[in-house]
């Protein structure tokens, strides 16, 4: 069951959830589980079904607005692809999305989705501090999950299922993650759960009596990738697919196999979602695949983030024929060569763009004193952007030390946690916004002052500030590196980075079908519309 969280907004009273209190696990039923009735026998007419509009309601657009304002703050830019493949409101719909973060995800969906979305969600999330109310008042759908509930978790999800396919029926848009749970790993887990493919399915087959052979689902993949997914201000790129239509020919062709038919379309899901997101076997590849990407396309070139998210993903899979009983041995050479490379240039801390500026100039390095000049411009930078947060700073200390103790307790779980370390740093910053907001807006109207709220301006500067101060200030100490940085040590960079260069040549036409043609665009050309 997915651990996402979400928004419903039909008006139907036949799949609305009733908002007043936290979701209390259905009763079992007394008679054996083969004779109890599916979802589809409880099912109202579909005649009596809103089926016209995907009516928001006031409260899905003042969340909307304020998921705007956290993920505007936490991530540093979204780049949004693929909109137009989200079929009309009305349209039986559910976004299948790969889950890195258990809130981020639908953050960031209820934010750029058009139309409202609902998600299942585990149901604990009922029980969050703070974020309790909005899933409660929402219209999200709590799952029961065999971790926390046993073997009761079949009986208590069956209700479940029941307002899913009411939901799809009534022409609702949900959400969910065929994955099932988030974890922070360079892949999506395998196999995909079946779940949501069979829940289409239960929905087309309940809704053929009514709606007849014209019913249909739509699965759209939609592919999330973070730059940094654990880290404040990471970078974001997120792509809709065309949809997967869903109808009675996928059970004509299997002869009625439920089954059968699920594990096509998940299939379907798990290639469409492959094909927009990255998955590496494992964090090592991602390192030689970026040191590939910034030797493929050095830094500086015009190009969008889901251009070099493409270049990246291109790597990843030309690196993965590298790996024992891959394709070929020159994969393996260049993996050698790169993994030389990016060794040094770590260990001496030294960025490759220092390097290739090197190799262009015969082998020399910056002058000394150019050195010596721009580490002096960089620091008094960062000195002036930090003066000019610290009382920002100071404000955001007590949240920062709680925000740092809270994420060693998280990752000394192991790395696979990492993705509850941004579900916390999102739910922490979101709180604070909305609290820092309310006594701003409740000091203007004591103090009759515009003052208190202009200090939300104020509260912006600094964290930009503090993003450009941090920014030079490593600007800085790769300066001074390379200032003390032996002539002959760099010769050494220079000739690695020439052997993979080299070693990289054969390999560009082992590139995927479509990196080619999306390097070739503009970055204008490239960049989403809106």
């Known amino acids: 069951a997915s651990a996402s969280a979400g928004i419903k907004g039909r ?261 469409a979602l492959a094909s927009v997101t990255i998955n590496a076997p494992d964090w090592e590849t991602t390192r030689l695949a970026m040191t590939a990407s910034r030797l493929h396309h050095p830094v500086g070139t015009d190009m969008t983030l889901g251009q070099y998210l493409t270049l990246l993903r291109g790597w990843v899979e030309v690196i993965k024929l590298g790996a024992p009983g891959g394709a070929t041995t020159a994969v393996m050479e260049l993996c050698a060569a790169l993994a030389s490379y990016q060794d040094l240039l770590d260990e001496k801390k030294i960025k490759c763009e220092r390097v290739r500026r090197a190799s262009l100039q015969g082998g020399q390095a910056l002058p000394w004193y150019w050195c010596l000049w721009g580490m002096v411009q960089r620091a008094a930078a960062a000195g002036l952007f930090f003066l000019i947060a610290a009382p920002g700073l100071l404000l955001w200390m007590p949240m920062w030390r709680y925000v740092k103790r809270q994420e060693r307790c998280i990752m000394s779980r192991g790395p696979r946690w990492n993705d509850s370390v941004a579900e916390m740093k999102m739910l922490t910053c979101g709180m604070a916004i909305l609290l820092f907001l309310c006594g701003a807006v409740v000091a203007t109207a004591f103090l009759r002052s515009l003052y208190p709220l202009l200090s939300l301006a104020y509260v912006f500067a600094t964290m930009r500030c503090y993003e450009e101060g941090v920014a030079d200030a490593r600007s800085a100490y790769s300066l001074f590196k390379l200032l003390f940085l032996k002539p002959a040590t760099m010769a050494t960079m220079i000739r690695l980075r020439a052997a993979a260069k080299a070693a990289m040549d054969p390999a560009v036409a082992l590139l995927p079908a479509g990196v080619a043609d999306s390097l070739s665009q503009s970055a204008d050309d490239a960049r989403p519309t809106r």
């Open 11 to 271: 008006a139907a009273e036949a799949v609305r959830v009733l908002p007043a209190a936290a979701p209390q696990p259905p009763a079992r039923s007394a008679r054996p589980r083969e004779e109890r009735a599916s979802p589809c026998i409880a099912l109202r007419p579909l005649s009596t079904m809103a089926q016209t509009a995907d009516n928001t309601t006031f409260l899905y657009r003042c969340i909307r607005i304020s998921f705007r304002s956290v993920s505007g703050i936490f991530y540093a830019s979204t780049e949004t692809h693929g909109l137009e493949h989200v079929p009309p409101a009305g349209v039986p719909t559910v976004i299948c999305f790969n889950h890195g973060n258990g809130l981020g995800d639908p953050v960031v969906l209820i934010r750029k989705t058009p139309r409202m979305v609902r998600f299942c969600a585990k149901d604990s999330l009922w029980k969050a501090p703070g974020f309790k109310y909005f899933i409660r008042n929402s219209g999200a759908v709590p799952v029961f999950r065999a971790k926390d509930h046993g073997d009761a978790a079949r009986e208590l999800n069956l209700a479940v299922f029941e307002k899913v396919i009411r939901a799809l029926c009534a022409g609702d848009c949900l959400g969910f993650a065929p994955e099932g749970v988030s974890r922070f790993l360079p892949y999506m887990e395998q196999p995909l759960k079946a779940g949501v493919a069979r829940i289409a399915l239960d929905a087309v087959q309940c809704a053929s009596a009514e709606e007849g052979e014209a019913f249909a689902v739509r699965l759209v993949p939609v592919g999330l990738v973070f730059t940094h997914r654990e880290k404040f201000r990471s970078d974001l790129c997120m792509r809709y697919c065309p949809p997967i239509r869903v109808d009675r020919g996928y059970l004509e062709r299997h002869g009625g196999d439920v089954k059968a038919a699920a594990a096509e379309i998940t299939e379907q899901l798990n290639v």
